[in-house]
Structures are given as C-alpha cells and as structure tokens.
C-alpha cells in the first residue's frame, strides 16, 4: 500500500538515501530541511523527490502517514512540535528502514569503528558479482553502484551499522534496529565522544549489538583488533574471526602491494584458498575484504566467486580516492580522523610506492577529533606512518573551550621534537598556496577530513596546475 511519507531533516545522507529507496519502492516521499544545498539536494531532484526549503508547522499535513525524524532534529523544531502535537505517527531513520526493508530481509550488518563503508561496499559488491543481487545501503558513495544503496530483488540485505544515537527520542545505537542475521565487527576502538561519555559505554551498545544475532546467524569478527575480539564471549551463534593474526579463520599472509592494489594469500582454519588480487592499497582493507570473505562463506559463496568479485571492485568515494593529478603532485581524498584511520591510510599510501613523498594533510573536524581526547595519539599516528611532511588545519569546532579543545600547535611540536617536518597552518588558502609552493613532481598529496574542507581538493589541483 502507497503511503505518504515526510522526512524532516532529508538533505543528511542516510536520510536521503532512504527517502530515494522508498520512492522506488512505490511511496509518495517529501521532505524539509534548513539551508538546502548540493549534493544531496541534486540527489533528491534527480529522485523526483519534493523538498522544502525550511522548517514550518504546515508542512505537516493531515495526510500524511508517517514522518520519519533525522538524528539532527531536536525539540523546538516546528515541524516536529506539529508532529508531537497531532499525534502523527513517527519514527526514527534506523526504525523506518527496519520496518520497511529488513524484516523480510537476511540482514548482513557491518559493524566497528574503522571500515564499516567500504567493508558494507565490498561485501555488496562481491554478493552482487557472484549473482546474488543483495540490497544495499551504505554511508558512501561506492564506485561499483554508482550510489549509496541498491534494491535488490535477491534476499540478503548488505547495510553499514553505525554506533551513532538514532533520534531526539531514542539515543541508543542504530545498528541495535538492523536485526542482524550476519554481524561483522571489524574493530573497536573509543570514538564518538559526543554520545559515548567513555570506552565502556561504547563496549555496552556493542555488546547489544552481538546479544541480537539469532542462534542461527553469524557473528564474524576482526582478531586483530582485542576490543572486537572481547566481544564474541556474548556471542549465541557461531563465531568467526579474520585479520593478519596468527589465530585468525580467515587470514592473509603474504601481503604485498603491486602497482595497482595489494596481492595476498587466503587461508581458512590453516586451510589455503588461494590468492586474491585486491585493486586497493593498505593492510587495513585486505582486512575488509577478509570480513567480506567471511560473509560471502557465510551465505554459500565459494572462494574462486569471491575473489573474483573482490578482484573487481572500484572502491568508494572519499576512500584514498584520487582526485586528480596536476603538475606530477597527485591529491588525494580520504575521509580518515581517527588516529588509527590516519595511521592505516598513510601507511596504505607510502606502501603503494616508498619512494614517493607523501604530504599528510589533516582537518580536525569530528566532534571527538576536535577535543583533546587523541592529542597524544594524533602525535603517535603520524609519528609511525612515514608521512615526510605534515600539515594540520585549524581545528574546525574553534568554539569548544580551550580546555577541552584539541591543540594542533601542541601535536606539531611534539613531532618536531621528533625530527619529522610538521605544522599548522590556519585555512585552506594557505596550505593550498603552501603546497604549490613547495610540492614536487612525484609527491602525494593526501587531505584527511570527514567533512568537505572548505573545497581543498579542487583549490589544490587549480593552483597546481590542474
């Protein structure tokens, strides 16, 4: 049956995303939103989806079925107070996309701090090659979809469980909506400080997470990461694990990077499988398409279809995406902030080609990469990833009391101290002008940030050239 939906808060990308599913699947769908603006709002005309440009009261008519509240909304909201008032029907995102799409659904859901997006694209991918035709719904846009979701008419539906808190009503984790049948856990680590106080309130939402896998489902976990692993005692199905370490089922020996991604052996349970050609760099997304590896076992796949598919894939945008090469500098995109993403990604980097500089530019824009919670593991990331020169943007939440505030003058001291060339500069403009200044034919420029930073990536390759 049709309905009429309306989405408050539709220009975020999940909210778009799901407003575009629903449209394909036959309902009238709208939405508002405050300031809209490319790219979502291309999107969502592209999907012949009506958008409002603000928030009013008489948006919220009395035919509507369901409203569907984005996390960014809060009380106050004139929308919402109608809503509340009316008594019309509400529901989270991560609600709205159990309802509709996964309880029909063998749900695959890719968990952890690290991966999550390209692990969920990957795993889509391969199922998607080897004939499958999953559904998909993820936090990125990956290259194989041309897209950020996929209705498929086959039963598996591949989604990104993020940790993040699901409405104004309801701050627990979305992924605790997703009923999961296979979960992956790639990894565990602190993060989102602004819902999470410390470690073990992020360990609890996990662990609600894993007491969700019915008896019959898969739980699969990442054995190099001990936070993850710790996870599996709550388990009541069957458990696997992958990485590099020595213990893991599935695991990958021999890695080594050629010209165009990393080559790498599979072995499961000590058993070997054979060789996969992966077109991507970095030892952390050889654990990725372990975990892949792992679901697509899970649901029946043999190793040959596996690695085929994964020998194939395109990537995600903002995943050491190249943005363009200009004047023999190549730019980068990365949407890394984590000390251990910026680690891994830098890392992935210089393995492609040592003997390339490698400029590590990084905007600390989250709400935890903003505070001085990593202040030391920033330092000890770009430490240890071989990067030859630094640069550190203005940190973005500049009005967050210094106290609490993340010192990008403290880090680039502490690497100084260090011997590595490091320092900050205070906007785009001049680390644009900076770098084309000083960047050499050969070098790799790499900008990290999980926002848009203020357009770094066309203003570099402009002034170098492009």
């Given at each position: 049956m049709t309905k009429r939906i309306h989405f408050i808060g539709i220009c975020g990308t999940a909210m778009a995303t799901l407003a575009a599913m629903l449209k394909h699947r036959g309902h009238d769908v709208q939405g508002s939103d405050h300031g809209v603006y490319p790219p979502m709002s291309d999107f969502?005309?592209?999907?012949?989806?009506?958008?409002?440009?603000?928030?009013?009261?008489?948006?919220?008519?009395?035919?509507?079925?369901?409203?569907?509240?984005?996390?960014a909304i809060s009380r106050g909201n004139p929308e919402l107070e109608a809503v509340l008032d009316r008594k019309v029907r509400y529901v989270s995102l991560p609600e709205a996309i159990r309802d509709h799409f996964l309880w029909s659904a063998r749900s695959i859901v890719i968990a952890g701090t690290?991966?999550?997006?390209?692990?969920?694209?990957?795993t889509a991918w391969m199922l998607t090659a080897a004939g499958q035709d999953p559904s998909l719904l993820v936090g990125g846009i990956a290259l194989n979809f041309d897209g950020s979701y996929r209705l498929g008419a086959g039963r598996d539906f591949v989604i990104e469980g993020d940790e993040y808190d699901s409405a104004f009503f309801d701050k627990t984790a979305k992924f605790l909506k997703y009923l999961?049948?296979?979960?992956?856990?790639?990894?565990?680590?602190?993060?989102?400080?602004?819902?999470?106080?410390?470690?073990?309130?992020?360990?609890?939402?996990?662990?609600?997470?894993?007491?969700?896998?019915?008896?019959?489902?898969?739980?699969?976990?990442?054995?190099?990461?001990?936070?993850?692993?710790?996870?599996?005692?709550?388990?009541?199905?069957?458990?696997?694990?992958?990485?590099?370490?020595?213990?893991?089922?599935?695991?990958?020996?021999?890695?080594?990077?050629?010209?165009?991604?990393?080559?790498?052996?599979?072995?499961?349970?000590?058993?070997?499988?054979?060789?996969?050609?992966?077109?991507?760099?970095?030892?952390?997304?050889?654990?990725?398409?372990?975990?892949?590896?792992?679901?697509?076992?899970?649901?029946?796949?043999?190793?040959?279809?596996?690695?085929?598919?994964?020998?194939h894939f395109r990537g995600v945008k903002r995943r050491l995406e190249l943005r363009g090469t200009a004047r023999g500098v190549s730019v980068y995109d990365d949407f890394a902030h984590h000390p251990t993403a910026i680690l891994e990604t830098?890392?992935?980097?210089?393995?492609?080609?040592?003997?390339?500089?490698?400029?590590?530019?990084?905007?600390?824009?989250?709400?935890t990469s903003c505070r001085k919670i990593f202040q030391d593991d920033f330092a000890t990331a770009f430490a240890e990833?071989?990067?030859?020169?630094?640069?550190?943007?203005?940190?973005?939440?500049?009005?967050?009391?210094?106290?609490?505030?993340?010192?990008?003058?403290?880090?680039?001291?502490?690497?100084?101290?260090?011997?590595?060339?490091?320092?900050?500069?205070?906007?785009?403009?001049?680390?644009?002008?900076?770098?084309?200044?000083?960047?050499?034919?050969?070098?790799?420029?790499?900008?990290?940030?999980?926002?848009?930073?203020?357009?770094?990536?066309?203003?570099?390759?402009?002034?170098?050239?492009?």
């Amino acid at each position: 049956m049709t309905k009429r939906i309306h989405f408050i808060g539709i220009c975020g990308t999940a909210m778009a995303t799901l407003a575009a599913m629903l449209k394909h699947r036959g309902h009238d769908v709208q939405g508002s939103d405050h300031g809209v603006y490319p790219p979502m709002s291309d999107f969502l005309a592209h999907e012949h989806i009506r958008v409002f440009d603000g928030y009013r009261e008489e948006q919220i008519t009395g035919d509507l079925d369901l409203v569907v509240v984005g996390n960014a909304i809060s009380r106050g909201n004139p929308e919402l107070e109608a809503v509340l008032d009316r008594k019309v029907r509400y529901v989270s995102l991560p609600e709205a996309i159990r309802d509709h799409f996964l309880w029909s659904a063998r749900s695959i859901v890719i968990a952890g701090t690290h991966g999550k997006t390209s692990t969920t694209a990957l795993t889509a991918w391969m199922l998607t090659a080897a004939g499958q035709d999953p559904s998909l719904l993820v936090g990125g846009i990956a290259l194989n979809f041309d897209g950020s979701y996929r209705l498929g008419a086959g039963r598996d539906f591949v989604i990104e469980g993020d940790e993040y808190d699901s409405a104004f009503f309801d701050k627990t984790a979305k992924f605790l909506k997703y009923l999961p049948d296979i979960a992956v856990i790639g990894n565990l680590e602190y993060d989102h400080a602004d819902i999470y106080p410390d470690m073990e309130s992020l360990r609890i939402a996990f662990r609600r997470f894993v007491n969700l896998v019915p008896r019959s489902g898969h739980l699969i976990i990442g054995a190099d990461s001990a936070e993850a692993l710790r996870l599996a005692a709550g388990a009541r199905c069957a458990v696997e694990t992958f990485g590099l370490s020595g213990g893991a089922d599935w695991r990958a020996d021999g890695v080594r990077p050629f010209a165009n991604g990393t080559i790498f052996h599979v072995t499961h349970r000590g058993e070997p499988q054979g060789q996969v050609t992966l077109p991507l760099f970095g030892e952390h997304n050889v654990r990725n398409a372990l975990a892949a590896m792992a679901v697509g076992h899970a649901v029946g796949l043999d190793v040959g279809t596996m690695s085929d598919g994964l020998g194939h894939f395109r990537g995600v945008k903002r995943r050491l995406e190249l943005r363009g090469t200009a004047r023999g500098v190549s730019v980068y995109d990365d949407f890394a902030h984590h000390p251990t993403a910026i680690l891994e990604t830098i890392r992935a980097i210089k393995s492609a080609d040592p003997s390339r500089r490698v400029w590590a530019v990084f905007e600390p824009r989250s709400a935890t990469s903003c505070r001085k919670i990593f202040q030391d593991d920033f330092a000890t990331a770009f430490a240890e990833s071989g990067a030859d020169e630094v640069i550190l943007a203005a940190v973005f939440r500049a009005t967050l009391p210094d106290a609490e505030r993340l010192s990008v003058d403290e880090i680039v001291a502490t690497l100084r101290e260090r011997g590595q060339r490091a320092r900050t500069l205070p906007n785009v403009d001049e680390i644009v002008s900076t770098i084309a200044a000083e960047a050499q034919s050969g070098d790799v420029v790499l900008l990290m940030s999980n926002g848009g930073f203020d357009g770094i990536h066309d203003k570099l390759l402009n002034a170098l050239g492009h």
